[in-house]
C-alpha cells in the first residue's frame, strides 16, 4: 500500500488522527486511547498485514512524552509510524500494545524502566535493565543524580 | 606375600591423598570469607535447597542397571569354563541371555529407557 | 626373555634373607608403596602433558612449551601452583564427605593400577578373578564422583553427580560385558593368563570380527566410563561450570583431575591387556625374521606403545566431538550397545564352541 | 500423618530454580537466565539483563554525532563497522547529502568483513557450547585474517570508528584490495573444513536437529531478526528490504530455511558467509575513484525525526534519532538486534533439556553488551 492509502486506513479507523510530517514514514499521530484498537486492526487487517513491530519508543520532547510505533508488515513490506503525545509530565501512562504484539512487552519494560511511562494492562511490568530499588528514570530530561557530569 | 599388597596399594593411596592435602593445609594460605564461602552459582547467592528429591529417571536406570548387573556377574564363571564344558554350557546360556534379552525388551516397551 | 619373575624374586629373596619377616614384609610393602607412587606421579603428570600437547597439535597450537624443554615441567609447576592453593571451605556442605570424596577416586585408580601386568613379572597383583577385581574397583570411582557432587551443596555439582552416575552404571555393563566376550575367548580372568593365551596372536585377530565388535564396545563404554568427551557429562563446563568438581580447589581438585587421567590409562591397558595381548610384541605368522627382531623390542615398550594408542585415540574422541546429551548418551548405551553386547556374547560362544577361532 | 502430607505437597511445590550466568561460560557475557529444573528438563526460563547497562542512550544526548560514533561500537563489538554505518547513514539522510560510491564500496566491503569475522566467532563459540572444544581455534585462526585486514587500514582491531557521518575517517591502505582477495580465496578452502568438523558430525546433528523450535509466526510477532529468524523463514534481511550503501550494486541471496530449528539456524549463518564472499569478490575490484570525506560545515541532523535500518550479523539494526537542530540529538535510540532475539528463549526452550538450553542460546547468537546497551 502507498503512504496515502496507509494514511487513508488508519484516518478511518481513527477519525481524529493528525498526519505527522516525516518524510521517510507516514507518520500518523493519534490518542492513547485509541493505540490498542488501530493496533490490532492494523495488524489483523488483511490489507495491512502489520505484523512486525520493528521499533517501539518513547522520545522527552517539550509538549510531552512521544511514544513512537514503527510497523511494517512483512507480506506487504510497507512502513507505518504512529506516534501517540502524552501530555502529563509526571505520571504518563498509555494502553500496552503487547497484546497484539509480542515483541512489544519488552520494548515497553525498557520504556517503563527508562523513561517512567506507565503501560496498562502490561503482563509484567518491571523495570529490565535498573536495580528494582533505583529512583527517577533515566531518560527524562530533568532527571538528575549525584553522578551526571555538568557540561 | 601378594595378600599384603593389596592393603600396601590402599594404604599408598591414602598416604598420598592424605598427605598432599595435609601439606596444602599448612603450606597454602587460607582466608574463609562470608562470599568465598558460597556454593558457586554464577555470582547469585543460591535460592532454595540443593538436597532435593531428585528427578525419578536417574533411579529408573539404576534399579535396571541393578538387575542387569547381577545377571552379568553370574555370567563370569560360565564364561570362565566354557571352553570346557561345551554344548550344554552354551545352551544354558543361551536361554539366560534370551530371558536376560526379553526382560531388556519388556524394560524397553514399557518406556523405561526413555529419559523424560 | 624379559621375564621380570626373577628380579622380583630376588629383592624378595634378599629381604627375606637379611630381615626377620615383620621387617622384610613391612620394608616390601614400603618399596611397593614408593615404586608405585612414583609410577603413579610420573604417570598422571605425563599424561596431562601428552593431553596438553596432543589438543594443541589438533588446535593449530603449540602447547605448553616455557616450563623446561618443550614445556616437559609445566605439569609440576602446576602441581606445584596447585598444592600451595587455598582449600576454599564451602558453607553448608557436608564436611566428611566433602573431604573423604578424592580419597575414593585415587583409592580406586591406585588400586586398579596395581594389578595391570607392565611385563612379564612385573605386576603388583596377579589374582585368578583380576578382570572381575578391576572391573569391582575401577566402578568404585564413581562413588567418589557422586560423593563429591552431593556434599558440595552446589546446584551444579548435584546435577554433575547424578549424570555421573547414570552414565557410569550404564556403560559399566557394556565395559563388563565386552571383556566378558573376551573371558570366553581366554577361558580365564587373570591377567598373565589372558596375555599367556595370547601367544600365537591377539585376541582383536584371533576372535575374527566379534573380537572386534567387543573391542569397539569396550572403547566407547571405556571413554563414557571415564567420564572423558565427548561423554564428559558429569563436568560439562558449557552446561554445569564444571560439573560435580566446582567447588573444589587447590589440591583436592587436582586429585579429581589426575584420577580422570589415571582412569583413563586403567581403560587404555586392560584394552590392551585383553585384546591386544599386553606386553607381547607384534608378530605375523610364519613371518621369523621380523617375529625376531620385534622379540627384542622390551615387553615394557610394548605394554606402553599400545597403551599410549589407546590414549591417543581416546584424546582423538575429546577434541573432535561434540559433547552428547544424557538421554543420547543412556539411548547409545540401552538401546545400541547393550543389545548388541547380547547378542555378540552369544555369537563368541558360539566361535568358541565350534572351536573356529585360531 | 498430616505433617507428613503437608510435607510432601510443599516439596511437589518446590521449584529447582538453577542461575545460569552471570558468570557462566555458556551465556558468553554477563547474562543470567534464571531457570527452573525439574530433573534435567527446563520448566521456563527468565532472563535477566542489565548487568553491564552504560546508558549509551542517554550518553549520547550530550556527545556530539560525531562523539557518540564511538559509543556505538561498544554496544554490539563484534560487528562494530555495521553500527558505525548506521548512525553514519541515518545522518547523512538527516542532512540529505550523499557519499561518493568509493565510500558506499568500501563500507561494504568492511560490513560484510564484519560480518564474517562475527559468524566465525559465532561459530567457534557454539562448537564450544556444544562440547566441541577445537572448532573455537578454528574459528578464531581465521578470523585474525580478518582482524589483520582491518587494524592495517583502521588502525585498530576490534572497536575501529572507521566509518562517520560523511565519509570514513581515511583512505584503504594501499594493501587492502590484494589482502580481501586473499582472504576470500583461503577462506572458501577453509570453510568446508568447517563442515567437516562440525556440521556432519553425528552428535552435532542429533544435538541440534529439531531442537528449540520457533515457528514464522513467533519470529514475527517477537521480532527475531537476522539469521535467527531467517532460520524460521521470516524473510528479515534489510539488505534485500531498504537496501543501502552498495547493496543496490551487487547480486546475492538472502538465505532461509522454513524448519527453525538450532541447526537451521547454525546452516543459515555458514551459508551466509559464502554470500558474504560472494559479495565481497564483486566489490573488492571494482572499488570506484572518489572522495572520501564529504566536505560538510558541520555534521549536525536538521529539526526532525529520522529512521535507519541495516542489517548487523546478528539481525536488525534501527538509529531513531530526533533532533532539535542542535549539535548533539535530543534522542537517539537504538533498536538492537539482540535485545529481540533474547526475549524469545523461554518460549523456544521450555520443556528441553538443560543441554539444549545452551544450545539454543548458543544459536541465537545473542552479544550481551548490545542488549544491555
Not at chain 1, 523513561?115 to 536495580?131: A, Q, S, T, V, Y
Request: glycine share 6%; net charge negative.
Amino acid at each position: 500500500m502507498t503512504r496515502e492509502e496507509l494514511t487513508a486506513f488508519v484516518l478511518e479507523q481513527v477519525p481524529d488522527m493528525k498526519a505527522g510530517t516525516n518524510k521517510q514514514f507516514p507518520e500518523c499521530i493519534v490518542n492513547a486511547e485509541q493505540i490498542n484498537p488501530l493496533a490490532k486492526a492494523l495488524k489483523e487487517n488483511a490489507i495491512t498485514k502489520m505484523d512486525y513491530l520493528f521499533c517501539e519508543t518513547a522520545a522527552d520532547r517539550k509538549d510531552g512524552f512521544h511514544m513512537v510505533y514503527h510497523l511494517t508488515s512483512s507480506v506487504h513490506k510497507h512502513n507505518l509510524m504512529l506516534k501517540v503525545i502524552l501530555t502529563d509530565k509526571v505520571n504518563p501512562s498509555i494502553p500496552t500494545v503487547s497484546d497484539v504484539w509480542h515483541a512489544a512487552e519488552f520494548y515497553e519494560r525498557e520504556i517503563f524502566d527508562l523513561f517512567g511511562i506507565r503501560f496498562e494492562n502490561h503482563p509484567n511490568l518491571k523495570r529490565i535493565f535498573l536495580e528494582d530499588d533505583w529512583i527517577g528514570y533515566p531518560l527524562r530530561k530533568d532527571y538528575k543524580d549525584d553522578f551526571i557530569l555538568e557540561r | 606375600m601378594e595378600s599384603y599388597h593389596l592393603l600396601t596399594l590402599f594404604l599408598t593411596a591414602v598416604v598420598l591423598v592424605g598427605g598432599a592435602i595435609i601439606f596444602s593445609y599448612y603450606a597454602a594460605p587460607y582466608k574463609p570469607g562470608t562470599v568465598k564461602s558460597e556454593p558457586y552459582e554464577c555470582g547469585i547467592p543460591t535460592e532454595g535447597p540443593t538436597w532435593i528429591q531428585f528427578h525419578v529417571g536417574y533411579y529408573l536406570f539404576a534399579i535396571i542397571y541393578l538387575i542387569f548387573d547381577v545377571e552379568t556377574v553370574f555370567l563370569y564363571p560360565w564364561a570362565v569354563v566354557m571352553r570346557e564344558v561345551g554344548l550344554s554350557a552354551f545352551i544354558e546360556v543361551l536361554i539366560f541371555l534370551t530371558i536376560l534379552g526379553l526382560g531388556l525388551l519388556y524394560a524397553w516397551k514399557k518406556k523405561a529407557l526413555i529419559w523424560e | 626373555m624379559y621375564d621380570f619373575s626373577p628380579f622380583i624374586d630376588s629383592i624378595n629373596s634378599f629381604f627375606t634373607s637379611n630381615f626377620s619377616p615383620f621387617w622384610a614384609s613391612v620394608l616390601l610393602m614400603l618399596l611397593l608403596g614408593v615404586a608405585i607412587l612414583a609410577f603413579y606421579a610420573v604417570l598422571g603428570l605425563y599424561l596431562v602433558y601428552a593431553e596438553r600437547k596432543i589438543c594443541a597439535r589438533m588446535q593449530n597450537r603449540i602447547g605448553p612449551n616455557r616450563v623446561g624443554p618443550l614445556g616437559l615441567f609445566q605439569t609440576i609447576a602446576d602441581l606445584i601452583k596447585l598444592l600451595l592453593k587455598e582449600l576454599i571451605y564451602i558453607r553448608n556442605a557436608d564436611g566428611f564427605l566433602f573431604n573423604i570424596a578424592p580419597f575414593i577416586v585415587i583409592v580406586a585408580s591406585i588400586m586398579a593400577i596395581g594389578s595391570i601386568p607392565f611385563a612379564k613379572g612385573l605386576q603388583a597383583i596377579d589374582l585368578n578373578i583380576g578382570v572381575l577385581y578391576i572391573l569391582a574397583i575401577s566402578s568404585m570411582g564413581v562413588i567418589g564422583v557422586l560423593i563429591a557432587g552431593w556434599a558440595s551443596n552446589s546446584k551444579y555439582s548435584v546435577i554433575g553427580a547424578m549424570r555421573s552416575g547414570a552414565q557410569v552404571i550404564s556403560y559399566e555393563l557394556s565395559v563388563g560385558l565386552s571383556l566378558l566376550c573376551m573371558i570366553v575367548f581366554a577361558g580365564s580372568m587373570q591377567l598373565s593368563d589372558i596375555i599367556t593365551s595370547q601367544q600365537d596372536g591377539w585376541w582383536l585377530f584371533k576372535g575374527h570380527i566379534p573380537a572386534f565388535i567387543a573391542f569397539v564396545i569396550y572403547l566407547i563404554a571405556g571413554t563414557a566410563e571415564t567420564n572423558r568427551g565427548p561423554f564428559d557429562l558429569a563436568e560439562a563446563e558449557s552446561e554445569l561450570t564444571a560439573g560435580f568438581h566446582t567447588e573444589y580447589s587447590g589440591i583436592k581438585f587436582a586429585f579429581f583431575f589426575l584420577a580422570e587421567y589415571m582412569n583413563m590409562f586403567i581403560i587404555a591397558a586392560v584394552a590392551t591387556t585383553i585384546f591386544l595381548g599386553g606386553w607381547l610384541p607384534f608378530h605375523i605368522y610364519n613371518f621369523t625374521a621380523f617375529n625376531t627382531v620385534m622379540d627384542y623390542i622390551p615387553p615394557v615398550f610394548w605394554f606402553f606403545g599400545k597403551t599410549a594408542f589407546i590414549i591417543y585415540v581416546m584424546m582423538w574422541f575429546k577434541w573432535t566431538f561434540p559433547r552428547l546429551r544424557i538421554d543420547q548418551l543412556l539411548a547409545l548405551e540401552w538401546k545400541y550397545l547393550l543389545p548388541i553386547n547380547l547378542l555378540n556374547l552369544v555369537l563368541i560362544s558360539f566361535l568358541t564352541l565350534m572351536k573356529w577361532h585360531f | 500423618m498430616e505433617e507428613t502430607l503437608v510435607d510432601i505437597d510443599f516439596k511437589e511445590k518446590e521449584e529447582y530454580i538453577i542461575n545460569m550466568g552471570p558468570q557462566h561460560p555458556s551465556t558468553h557475557g554477563v547474562l543470567r537466565f534464571e531457570t527452573c529444573l525439574q530433573g534435567e528438563k527446563v520448566k521456563y526460563i527468565i532472563p535477566h539483563c542489565g548487568y553491564i547497562h552504560r546508558g549509551i542512550e542517554k550518553m549520547s544526548e550530550s556527545l556530539t554525532y560525531p562523539q557518540l560514533l564511538h559509543l556505538t561500537d561498544r554496544m554490539d563489538y563484534l560487528s562494530a563497522h555495521i553500527n558505525n554505518e548506521a548512525v553514519a547513514l541515518c545522518v547523512e539522510n538527516a542532512m540529505e547529502v550523499e557519499v561518493s560510491d568509493r565510500v558506499k564500496y568500501i563500507r561494504t566491503i568492511l560490513a560484510e568483513l564484519s560480518r564474517i569475522a562475527s559468524h566465525q566467532l559465532w561459530w567457534s563459540a557454539f562448537g564450544m557450547d556444544l562440547g566441541a572444544l577445537t572448532t573455537f581455534f578454528y574459528g578464531l585462526r581465521d578470523r585474525e585474517k580478518i582482524l589483520d585486514i582491518f587494524e592495517e587500514t583502521t588502525g585498530s582491531r576490534l572497536i575501529q570508528s572507521f566509518i562517520t557521518p560523511g565519509g570514513l575517517m581515511a583512505d584503504i591502505h594501499p594493501n587492502f584490495q590484494r589482502r580481501v582477495k586473499e582472504f576470500i580465496t583461503y577462506f572458501r578452502k577453509k570453510l568446508p573444513e568447517y563442515d567437516q568438523l562440525l556440521t556432519g558430525n553425528v552428535i552435532f546433528r542429533e544435538r541440534t536437529m529439531g531442537i528449540g523450535y520457533m515457528s514464522k509466526e513467533d519470529a514475527i510477532d517477537f521480532a527475531v531478526t537476522g539469521p535467527s529468524g531467517r532460520g524460521s523463514g521470516f524473510q528479515c534481511d534489510v539488505r534485500k528490504i531498504a537496501p543501502y550503501s552498495a547493496y543496490p550494486f551487487v547480486q546475492f541471496n538472502e538465505i532461509t530455511y522454513t524448519e527453525g530449528d538450532t541447526y537451521h539456524r547454525y546452516l543459515v549463518r555458514m551459508k551466509e558467509m559464502w554470500e558474504s564472499l560472494n559479495i565481497l569478490e564483486q566489490l573488492v575490484d571494482n572499488i570506484p575513484q572518489g572522495e572520501i570525506m564529504l566536505n560538510l560545515k558541520a555534521i549536525k541532523a536538521p529539526k526532525g525525526e529520522y529512521y535507519q535500518r541495516v542489517e548487523t550479523a546478528r539481525g536488525e539494526l534501527g538509529v531513531y534519532i530526533v533532533s532539535d537542530g542542535a549539535p548533539s540529538p535530543a534522542r537517539i535510540k537504538y533498536r538492537s538486534p539482540n535485545f529481540s532475539n533474547l526475549f524469545i528463549i523461554n518460549k523456544i526452550s521450555a520443556n528441553h533439556k538443560i543441554a539444549d538450553l545452551v544450545a539454543i542460546s548458543g544459536s541465537l547468537d545473542l552479544v550481551i553488551p548490545d542488549i544491555d546497551r
